[in-house]
């Protein structure tokens, strides 16, 4: 009897703390990325909390993983792109864009390439994702160049790895990569071309769904204050996160220990010219049928502050 007793003490114990244990706040996926450095010093260093929110940061290795779990309801925002954005909107899911991000994105020319700028990338192998900001990206650089981008020859390499090992082996010319990939290449004797900073070009963006616009909107205002003061301390000092780079982004060494910081900004909407830029590539590409009837951007969240 004494025995049964302490059971159903147990089972309801477990229960009672089961059912008084409080779901975070947000969910927001992430990568290993740059521009998830500040959603981990807001994390790690009690900001999110300071602004009376708990936030659950869900690590994906792909965009597809991440899509996914939008589509299905288990993420109320994400680290994105304008793109992905776009093409969510067009697929059924409304998300909605809150503010940039601050990654890098890059073309880099192998180490035994010829190519010294991206105006040579004419008639040459260019390793990257098709239609994928990546993409984007290359059909940008190569405009400014004043490339025609049909005569450049794509070669499709979707895994990121093998990107940088035919890069790095001579297999391609150049090829188009995120952070920490083109540190990761310029350490091993590859040239970055250009990047998204040198462009200007506000790819990266972070994005949550109308749900959770709609059901959370104090908690995402609180979460971007705490983004902010998260990037003001890494601007303020950017050495002191390099640690972060490799411990818990889980750069390589070498890449963590070159990495150039960029210069997080204060959230804000991207310009209506970043907007139409990529929403023209994908008509263009066919990836899009026609621009979205509602708006893709959402200023409440950044109001007031």
């Known amino acids: 009897m004494r025995h049964n007793l302490m059971l159903v003490t147990a089972l309801l114990l477990a229960v009672c703390c089961v059912g008084g244990a409080s779901a975070a706040d947000l969910s927001v996926g992430v990568f290993a990325d740059a521009d998830s450095l500040p959603l981990y010093v807001a994390q790690q260093e009690g900001l999110f909390a300071r602004e009376g929110i708990s ?9 597809v993983e991440r899509d996914a779990a939008l589509q299905a309801g288990r993420l109320d925002g994400a680290i994105t792109d304008v793109l992905a954005v776009y093409l969510s909107q067009a697929g059924g899911t409304q998300l909605l864009i809150t ?15 010829p190519v010294r700028n991206t105006a040579d990338l004419k ?7 098709l239609n994928t900001v990546i993409h984007y990206v290359v059909d940008t650089s190569l405009a400014d160049a004043g490339v025609d981008t049909t005569k450049v020859q794509l070669v499709p390499v979707p895994k990121m790895p093998v990107r940088l090992e035919m890069l790095l082996a001579g ?45 959370s909107l104090p908690a995402i205002k609180a979460f971007h204050k705490a983004l902010w003061l998260a990037g003001q301390r ?10 972060m780079l490799s411990g818990t982004l889980g750069f390589p060494e070498e890449a963590a220990a070159k990495f150039r910081f960029p210069r997080y900004r204060k959230p ?18 066919g990836l899009l049928k026609a621009r979205p009837s509602s708006p893709i951007t959402d200023d409440r969240p950044l109001a007031g502050w």
Not at 99 to 104: A, I, K, L, P, Y
């Open 171 to 215: 297999q391609v010319d150049a090829a188009a990569m995120p952070e920490p990939f083109l540190t990761a290449a310029a350490i091993r004797g590859a040239r970055i071309l250009v990047t998204t900073d040198d462009t200007g070009m506000d790819a990266g963006v972070i994005a949550f769904t109308a749900k959770a616009l709609s059901t």
């Open 55 to 63: 936030v659950d940061l869900v690590r994906f290795a792909s965009a």
């Open 234 to 243: 890494i601007n303020a000092d950017p050495e002191r996160y390099r640690p």
């Open 123 to 129: 008639g040459r192998k260019v390793g990257l994702s």
């Open 99 to 113: 503010s940039h991000s601050d990654g890098r994105y890059g073309l880099v020319a192998a180490p035994s390439s």
């Open 268 to 285: 804000s909407l991207p310009t209506s010219a970043s907007l139409d830029a990529a929403a023209n590539w994908l008509l263009t590409k």
